[in-house]
Nanobody, 123 residues
């Protein structure tokens, strides 16, 4: 049973930084994509960043390129999202995800989600 537990969300002023963490357990072979997705009220869930657990290649939404960095610590089975220069439009619930594989930000195959962590950015 895969479990994903996010932490690190909170409230910050525009221009500030946050680092989200996602502790993964019950890791299953054949799942090669980890990522961060977010959902703002009234909006659909959207991909923010993904990373291949095989190659380490990353993909980012255009809106966060140059500001957010996704990374993994394989020794701790933890996924991170460093968010800098935050903007009010970054506000939303951020979900950690583990998928069969990804093509860019699009997930395929098995999908596992964390419970989410809220990020609020005020102007």
């Amino acid at each position: 049973q895969v479990q994903l537990v996010e932490s690190g969300g909170g409230s910050v002023q525009a221009g500030g930084s946050l680092r989200l963490s996602c502790a993964a357990s019950g890791y299953s072979r054949g799942l090669s994509c980890m990522g961060w997705f977010r959902q703002a009220p009234g909006n659909e869930r959207e991909g923010v960043a993904t990373i291949s657990t095989i190659s380490g290649s990353t993909s980012y939404a255009d809106s966060v390129k140059g500001r957010f960095t996704i990374s993994r610590d394989t020794t701790k089975n933890t996924l991170y999202l460093q968010m800098n220069s935050l903007k009010p439009e970054d506000t939303g619930m951020y979900y950690c995800a583990l998928h069969g594989y990804c093509s860019g930000l699009r997930p395929y195959g098995s999908r596992y989600w964390g419970q989410g962590t809220q990020v609020n950015v005020s102007s």
